[in-house]
């Protein structure tokens, strides 16, 4: 069963000759547990289609489904709430909130929720992303490597059926890149999440289970992450070739 | 563009709106000290000119040593220098937000190559630059507001104040209120200039005032909710940005309070009461000006009120449960007009029953102070009759500083009196005349009165028109400094959320929704308003009290400082709208923005 379904999403911003439209007529779809990465040039719309897809804004027209429910039929609040539950946010510049220590951070979604935090899971997380002796630090006192774990942990804690993530290794270095991919793939596989993440390195898309491409707006769904990268070196070694 | 200085109007156009509180503390501040100023020089003008006219010449000293200069003069230095630090702390703080809300520019001056020296140089002209159009404006404001009171004052209420001029242009008005002007902003824009110059280049890659800043203590999320917790840390974790904060809504309540003083001084300067005659007509003491004289002028042209007074003093008299009681008491009589306006002044103290004196009846009112002993229910025996105490005065209206000395004066009414006494005519009758009563229609009373008797015309000694004046001016003065409180504490608030919101963005990604996004805001706005309050009534009522040492009980010996509850829960309320204001307003901002726009604000 398909969890996020996009039909038909467009995003215009502006009006008459100041027009632009981010996104055209986008649609599709991905099932549960699978791993897709979006890719594409810089201002080709990616970011803004995974605003929609996590309600952090509104679509000129379409339709988003996740887990069955179209979600901007839903109201402010209930969509909050929603997003809360079942979406999990990771950004490139992890955006930890400052004056809260790591474990804070972690279970910040469950504070806004009023409800306590399950104690076991916490130290299950804390054990898995490396951070059990750093639970008391702020996040002012740790790497970005060390954040942007914090920050997956927060997305992870209240077990979203969705992870949506923004160039979440864009500020690190290669050893804190391949660290975080390699977590957030065991952690979604572990505890069956659906991840959905923007990148700019060929690396770690060819990761994801598929790979789809923003272009001017357009989506193209390239497939599998290996194929892809396969493809593309193959497409390299031949022009090499030809070269030669 | 020849300097990198020209981008501070380039500058000052973008942020028009960020501006506006800024330019607007200090053309209050400015307007303030101007207005003040000039008003007190166009009073010393007049003084002179009536000095002149007096006497034919005249000294400084001569003037300064005038009761007016005496009182007036340490009091306008203390609210001058009140004015100076609430406009420090004003601009300051506005200054201080604008300053955080822009750390990102500031840090991409310095990444393009901007040192540390010209950041500082920067913002000093910026805020200097402010004084551009606030200065003149608060000028303008200031002068204008002088010939309007001057103009009242001269037309409206006349007499003492026929000489005052009025087109008159203050140069000590002028200059002081460019000095204060200059001054406050140079002052208030130091420790902001210091600030932004700090800021490292990286800022602006991180864009994030919070960031560059390092926390050194974790929230205690386990003390309440979780938006709670995370306002109120907002609030008491910046330091000075509390202190800034803490200090507008306690200086907004110190001025409140120190000038409604002045309302209460001005009341005891010039009394206000109902029963003030136009006319009085005395006898040496004794009860003997007849009765039917006041029935007879009661009738006359142009007669409002006739109403009077008969004594008997020294009355062998004893008194229950009282033991330093001195043997004697003194017998007044007031008829039902002159009664009825003693409740209208709010001459009686709290519990008087005045209903039970009116008519032939077996009570009495009685003179007191703070010292007398006499209470409500205490019962006085003279001869067979005795008298309770059904009311008491707060002060003795017939004594010269107020007191009674230990001595209990009864106020009954005239039938009491008369009962009591056996005497009906009076030794002190009192007119009041109607509006549109002329000259002529006095002679005619002073000629129905005879010449046996004293007659005073007092007419001319009417202070209603200026203690109006007066009030009217020490309000409008309130009203400037509650409204001012109130825009700068929801400015202060609102600059605050904004240079938070990227972080408030980020809440709202991953989970929080409106209604907590507003409840963080309130807990913040709540927390500087406690703490403001509670240091702003703490301070403020030290100052009521000093002033009011100062002003009034220093020479009113039977007054006594009292609670201001009214003037406190004014202001307290104000305080609260502010933040109610302050609150909704960028809560509003947030909750409307869409939740990506709010997060790449900054």
Partial sequence: MDL?????????????????????????????????????????????????IGALDTPTSGKVVIDGRDIFTMNDRKLTVFRRRNIGFIFQAFNLIPELTVE??????????????????????????????????????????????????????TRPALILADEPTGNLDTQNTSEVITLLKETSRKYEQTIIMITHSRRVAQTADRVLQVSDGILTDFGRGQDVHEASALQKSGQKGEQE | MKSYLDLIPISARVHRRQNRMTLLCIIFAVFMVTTIFSMAEMGIRMERVRLLEKHGSLSVTELLDSSMGQTVIPVAVLLFLLILIAGVFMISGSMNSLVVQRTRFFGMMRCIGMS??????????????????????????????????????????????????????????????????????????????????????????????????????????????????????????????????????????????????IVEWVNYVMPQSAAAPDINITADGSNVIPYDLAEDIREMQGVKEVYGRRSSLDIPASMNEVGDFSGTVDLISYDDFDLRSLKKDGSLKRGSKLSKVYGDSH??????DEDSTWKIGDTVQIGEEMLTIAGLLKNDPFS?????????????????????????????????????????????????????YSFQDRRDERTTGTYMAFVFCVYVFLTIIALVSVLNIANSISMSVSARMKQYGAMRAVGMDGRQVTKMIAAEAFTYALLGCAAGCITGLWFNKLLYDILIAGRFAYAVWRFPAASLSVILLAALLAVAVAVYAPAKRIRNMVITEVMNEL
Avoid at chain 1, 22 to 50: C, D, H, M, Q, R
Avoid at chain 2, 191 to 217: D, L
Avoid at chain 2, 363 to 368: H, N, R, T
């Fill in chain 1, 4 to 52: 996020l379904e996009v039909r038909n999403i467009s995003k215009t911003y502006g009006s008459g000759e100041a027009a632009v439209k981010a996104l055209k007529n986008v649609s599709f779809s991905v099932p549960k547990g699978e791993y897709v990465a979006i890719v594409g040039e810089s201002g080709s719309g990616k970011s803004t289609l995974l605003n929609m």
């Fill in chain 2, 363 to 368: 009570f009495a009112l009685a003179a007191s």
């Fill in chain 1, 104 to 157: 804070q951070n972690i279970i910040f979604p469950v504070l806004l929720d009023y409800q306590k935090p399950d104690g076991k899971y916490l130290e299950e997380l804390l054990a898995v992303l490396n951070l059990k002796d750093r639970r008391d630090h702020l996040p002012g006192q740790l790497s970005g490597g060390q954040q942007q774990r914090v920050a997956i942990g927060r997305a992870l804690f």
């Fill in chain 2, 400 to 452: 010269s500083d107020g007191l009674t000395g230990g001595k209990l004066t009864l106020i009954t009414s005239g039938e009491t009196f008369v009962r009591l006494t056996g005497e009906k005519d009076y030794s002190l009758v009192m007119i009041q005349v109607t509006g549109n009563a002329t000259d002529a229609d006095v002679e005619a009373i002073q000629k129905a009165a005879g010449e046996t």
């Fill in chain 2, 116 to 261: 540390k020296r010209q950041i500082l140089h920067f913002v000093r002209l910026e805020a200097l630059n402010w004084c551009r159009t606030a200065v003149p404006a608060g000028l303008l404001l200031g002068i204008l507001t002088t010939w309007g009171l001057c103009a009242v004052l001269r037309f409206l209420v006349g007499e003492e104040f026929s000489d005052i001029p009025l087109f008159g242009i203050s140069m000590t008005g002028i200059v002081s209120g460019i000095l204060v002007g200059v001054i406050t902003v140079l002052l208030a824009a130091n420790a902001p200039a210091r600030r932004a110059s700090r800021v490292s280049p990286i800022a602006a890659v991180s864009g994030n005032a919070e960031k560059g800043k390092r926390i050194c203590h974790a929230v205690h999320t386990g003390s309440g909710r979780i938006e709670t917790v995370l306002g109120v840390h907002h609030a008491v974790s910046a330091k000075k940005n509390l202190f800034l904060m803490t200090g507008s809504f306690a200086l907004s309540i110190i001025l409140f309070l120190s000038f409604s003083v």
